[in-house]
Every structure is written in C-alpha cells, then in structure tokens.
C-alpha cells in the first residue's frame, strides 16, 4: 500500500465504484493530514541538519557571505539609494506586493481548496507545499530574526541578540523564494520525457519565478527596508529550508528525488547511500 496524491491506494482500487464527491473529499482530507504530517516530521529529522559536503558547503557560505555583506551593509545600503535605476518608476513596487504573506497563503489556499473541490490533485499538492514550504520557512526566518535581532535601515540597523521585532531576515524575500521554488518543483520541474520546446518553455518559466525574488530583493532594499545582506539571509535560508520540504515531500509520496544524485556521505543503516541531493547544483 502506498500514498499517492495524499491517498491512500491499493491495487486493487481501480476495480471498486467510484467514490461520492463528499466521500472523495473527506478521504483526501485525511489524507492530505497525515502527508502534512509525516512531511514536516521528515523535514525535521533528516533535512534541516545536513549530513553530506554539499548541505555544510551551502550552508556554510551562505554564512560567510552574509557576515561579510553585513560588515559592509551601510555602504552598499548608500549605494543602492543613490542609485539612478528606476528612480522615477514605480514598476519595481510590484516586488514588494508579491513578498507579501497573503499573497503566498492565498495562492496555497486557491490551489488546494480549488484542487480539492474539482478532483484536481496535481492542484491540490501544489496549494499543500505552498503552504508546507510557507509554514517552514516563515519559522525559520523568525527564529533567526530573534536570534539576530537587527533593526531597519532607517531606524539605524543596530543589531541586538534575542529579542523581538528583528529584521535581520527578509520575509518579503523567504515569501518569493518559496512562491518561486514550489512552482518550479510543481511547474516548471523538467523531466526526461520532455521535449525540446518543452525544455525551453520550462526554462523560461524559471527565469520569469525566480525573477519575482530578484525584484522583490531590490524593492526591499530601494524603500530602505532591508540591507542587500538581509535579503541574501532571507532568499538563501528560504531556498534551503523549502528544498528541504520538497525533498520529504518526494520521499513520503514516491516521486523520484528532484536533483541529480552524486555519491557522497556513508552507507545508512539500512544498508542504502543515505541523501545525495546536491543543494549546490542549480537544475533545469
């Protein structure tokens, strides 16, 4: 017996009588709890702590190149406000609406209410990772804002430890990473049957999602909310916690593993290779 779709299916289904619209609904509900469940669980135990070169190696820069982006936060904050790209349009103000929580919980809560009412689980999935990867990420990038408690440009950035209301983490930037990673995952993910229009339709569907953290990342810093090194924390934790949930995503439900495998890291104890996901390998 396995989980599909947030179901649970045994071979012999397809010869039963199709399931009453409440019935169908109220099961997938069940089912859909109980992959949350086990996802998040997953996410926790095996994905946030690396345990290969590639995880330490990404995290590891990630810190260094936010420690020193943050030693040089007020000159590049400078650089940025003097700068004469789009200094009379508004049309970057759309990065700041679409880093918006409630634009991602709304788009979770179409796509899964939406799938869930018209037997679409492709759609419903989706709407369940958006806000999976949203729930994730959010908790993440507030306990590092607790942790590093920074304040806002305009209100000086003075960074304090363990205390509330830091902005050290962009949220507006773990909002887009997540919108545009579960889309990717979910829309634009690449397979080998693909065709070669296919492939190019995908790849440019890439660069349109992962363009919206680009401009958010430059709305933030132009209306002086962040400093550039805020927005790398916020677009880089958000990539890595949100793979994370994928990638437990993928496993509970038997999808085959997103990125390429590489043998790194020790047999398990079940006698397997352990995670080979390599985070550092950007795929289309």
Do not use: C
């Not at 890595?240 to 439900?253: F, I, N, Q, S």
Request: proline share 4%; hydrophobic share 40%.
């Amino acid at each position: 017996m396995a989980l599909v779709g947030g179901s649970i299916t045994a071979g012999a289904q397809s010869s039963m009588a199709p399931e009453p619209a409440g019935g169908r609904i109220s099961s997938a509900l069940r089912g859909d709890f109980h992959l949350v469940d086990w996802t998040l669980s997953r996410t926790v135990r095996t994905e946030l702590l690396p345990d290969d070169a590639a995880g330490w190696t990404y995290l590891g820069s990630l810190a260094a190149v936010s420690v020193y982006l943050e030693s040089q936060k007020e000159r590049l904050r400078q650089d940025v406000l003097r700068s004469g790209f789009d200094r009379r349009s508004g049309w970057t103000d759309v990065g700041g609406e679409l880093g918006k929580g409630r634009l991602t919980q709304a788009a979770a809560a179409l796509l899964y209410g939406g799938g869930l009412l018209g037997g679409q689980p492709r759609a419903r999935l989706t709407g369940l990772l958006l806000a999976e990867s949203y729930a994730a990420a959010q908790t993440t990038a507030g306990l590092l804002n607790f942790v590093v408690a920074e304040r806002r440009p305009r209100q000086g950035g003075e960074i304090r430890y363990f205390q509330g209301g830091g902005s050290a983490v962009s949220l507006h930037m773990t909002n887009t990473m997540v919108l545009a990673e579960v889309l990717d995952h979910e829309v634009t993910r690449i397979e080998p049957g693909d065709s070669a229009g296919r492939r190019a339709a995908k790849v440019l569907g890439k660069v349109v999602l992962y363009g919206i953290p680009t401009v958010t990342a430059w709305q933030r810093m132009r209306a002086d909310q962040h400093y550039l090194w805020n927005v790398v924390l916020g677009a880089g934790q958000s990539f890595y916690v949100t793979r994370g949930v994928l990638r437990a995503h993928d496993a509970e439900t038997g999808r085959p593993p997103w990125l390429p495998q590489l043998a790194l890291g020790g047999p398990t104890a079940d006698g397997g290779g352990g995670r080979r996901s390599v985070l550092l390998t950007w795929t289309f």
